[in-house]
């Protein structure tokens, strides 16, 4: 295993390389005028100024390949060009917000996860009982519900009606703290800097704000991590060693905990890495529904506001991402089960 993920990262820079080449393939797409604006800190120059001559300043009429090697060697430098919706340079608009999304997706990926295998194996397990039913009811109502109309209806009901969960990160009061001298950004995760920072007023809030998000993830993607488990043990189930396992006497609990459900997981792992992927990669509707400050919400606003370099590097963001979490998946096939040999 150790030989398959070195192969893996020796392979990656032509995968990026390969990646670099297709979005930049999507830039040369746009006319030279309309890819100044990612050149442009000041929106008065694309107005007032002589645009040939910054066309020609930024050599946006030379040939393809220069144009490829100055980008390619900005991209190796964090230089993605200025974002025109955040009003800064995309590296620091996409940094900024990281946090935020990183913070959501870490709350948010272990009840998801862990609530669905469990709720799974338990339907598989009680198969064509009332329980069963139940769950399989629920599961398809809450993967069939639009994810922006739960979102909307958990904003109504917890905080419209209640008051109890608000949008944003931060209320006022835990905002200002954060921003004080006193308070040191460890990580820019509230909660986590709340903690060491003892600010625990900061960490309650936190928490507040993060519910709502994460109760509108959980509902849907519990019902898909459920369905997926629940098939996949249900087959499990029927093999010939559980049959051999359960006919030697060996305890159910062990059946299902040691044997049956371990080797059900592989189909989990396949569907949690897109999962992941997407969490990280910024769950655009939920962050925009929840004025949720993250990288979902900047490609929304980049992609109304047609900003072309903005949509450019959060796209080589998601690119990233998804090679790193396809090596993590694959390795993870060999860590649940033994019998698969990536060497």
Do not use: C
């Not at 006193?182 to 509230?190: A, D, V």
């Not at 249900?234 to 060693?241: G, I, M």
């Amino acid at each position: 295993m150790v030989n398959y993920i070195i192969r893996r990262f020796l392979i990656l820079p032509f995968i990026l390389f390969g990646v670099t080449v297709l979005v930049f393939s999507m830039i040369m797409m746009l006319g030279p005028y309309q890819r100044l604006s990612t050149y442009i800190n000041d929106p008065a120059q694309l107005k007032g100024g002589d645009l040939d001559e910054l066309v020609a300043k930024h050599g946006l009429d030379d040939p393809w390949y220069e144009q490829y090697g100055r980008w390619i060697g900005g991209v190796l430098q964090g230089d993605f060009g200025w974002s025109e919706s955040a009003g800064q340079p995309v590296t620091e608009a996409i940094f900024s917000r990281f946090p935020a999304t990183l913070e959501l997706a870490l709350f948010a990926v272990i009840p998801v996860v862990m609530g669905g295998i469990w709720l799974g194996v338990l339907s598989a397990v009680h198969h064509n009982q009332k329980f069963d039913h139940i769950i399989r009811i629920v599961s398809t109502v809450g993967w069939s519900f639009p994810t922006f109309v739960f979102g909307l209806m958990v904003l109504m009901v917890f905080y419209g009606m209640l008051g109890w969960f608000p949008p944003g990160r931060l209320g006022a009061d835990a905002a200002a703290v954060v921003r004080s001298a006193e308070f040191i950004q460890y990580t820019g995760l509230n909660v986590l800097d709340g903690i060491l920072n003892l600010e625990f007023s900061v960490v309650v809030d936190a928490f507040r704000h993060l519910i709502g998000p994460i109760v509108t993830l959980a509902i849907v993607w519990w019902s898909y991590i459920l369905r997926i488990t629940r098939s996949s043990m249900l087959e499990t189930l029927r093999k010939d060693y559980i049959r051999t396992a359960r006919a030697k006497g060996v305890a159910e609990k062990f059946v299902i905990n040691k044997h049956a459900r371990r080797n059900a997981l592989i189909p989990v792992v396949t569907v949690a890495g897109p999962m992941v992927l997407g969490l990280l990669g910024g769950v655009v509707i939920v962050e925009s529904v929840f004025g949720y400050r993250g990288i979902g919400q900047y490609a929304a606003q980049a992609a109304q506001q047609l900003d072309y370099s903005g949509i450019l590097g959060v796209a080589m963001y998601f690119s990233f991402l998804l090679i790193l979490i396809n090596l993590i998946v694959d390795v993870s096939y060999a860590v649940i089960d033994p019998r698969i040999r990536l060497e």
